[in-house]
T-cell receptor, first 117, second 109 residues
Framework: EAGVTQSPTHLIKTRGQQATLRCSPI?????VYWYQQALGLGLQFLLW???????NRGNFPPRFSGRQFPNYSSELIVNALELEDSALYLC????????????????FGAGSRLTVL | GQNIDQPTEMTATEGAIVQINCTYQ??????LFWYQQHAGEAPTFLSY??LDGLEEKGRFSSFLSRSKGYSYLLLKELQMKDSASYLC??????????WGAGTKLIIKP
């Protein structure tokens, strides 16, 4: 069974540009989560999609957005890039459609490393 | 605010035992997770604790004390492949995962 796949592996952009990151969840998983992992910091929750709808978002500005497609794959779009957006962006999927399940285990992709110059 | 504290880095010797601590202050508690993340790879699930006590899974064990806001991950018979970052995460009252910054574990021969 294929795991969570993310593309691109690495992406270099300049300030003000837009970055688009992609994620394909495990087959059968309907929930997709996006996290930002900056150097030395914990994972910061960005967005949660389920069944094509945005269910929750973290404390990030509106220039961070995304969507989920009918096949449950997802895109994270970062507009007007800033230097501080340089980080590893991790996507995770889950078969549990309810965030209210305590033991909701996430399966992560290897991430997309975004560098903003 | 919500906070998860873990040591930044630890060093241990192959074959030994190491305990990685995690303390948390969150608005509510609905479970605590440990994940392992090798450099350049995806985090992978290790353990889940929601009740007080010790959960053992092979060489790895995880302990939880809800009254103390404390957990630890115990790794026995350390192997070189255990060199990785270990992430502690707590699910709060809104069922949101709050993550620690991770503990980088270095294993020396």
């Amino acid at each position: 069974e294929a795991g969570v796949t993310q593309s691109p592996t690495h992406l270099i952009k300049t300030r003000g540009q837009q970055a688009t990151l992609r994620c394909s969840p495990i087959s059968g998983h309907t929930s997709v989560y996006w996290y930002q992992q900056a150097l030395g910091l914990g994972l910061q929750f960005l967005l949660w999609y389920d069944e094509g709808e945005e269910r929750n978002r973290g404390n990030f500005p509106p220039r961070f957005s995304g969507r989920q497609f009918p096949n449950y794959s997802s895109e994270l779009i970062v507009n007007a890039l800033e230097l501080e957006d340089s980080a590893l962006y991790l996507c995770a999927s889950s078969s549990d459609r309810s965030a209210h399940s305590g033991a909701n285990v996430l399966t992560f992709g290897a991430g997309s490393r975004l560098t903003v110059l | 605010g919500q906070n998860i504290d873990q040591p930044t880095e630890m060093t241990a010797t192959e074959g030994a035992i190491v305990q990685i601590n995690c303390t948390y202050q969150t608005s509510g508690f609905n479970g605590l997770f440990w994940y392992q993340q090798h450099a350049g790879e995806a985090p992978t699930f290790l353990s889940y604790n929601v009740l007080d006590g010790l959960e053992e899974k092979g060489r790895f064990s995880s302990f939880l004390s809800r009254s103390k806001g404390y957990s630890y991950l115990l790794l026995k018979e350390l192997q070189m492949k255990d060199s990785a970052s270990y992430l502690c995460a707590v699910k709060d009252s809104n069922y949101q995962l709050i993550w620690g910054a991770g503990t980088k574990l270095i294993i020396k021969p």
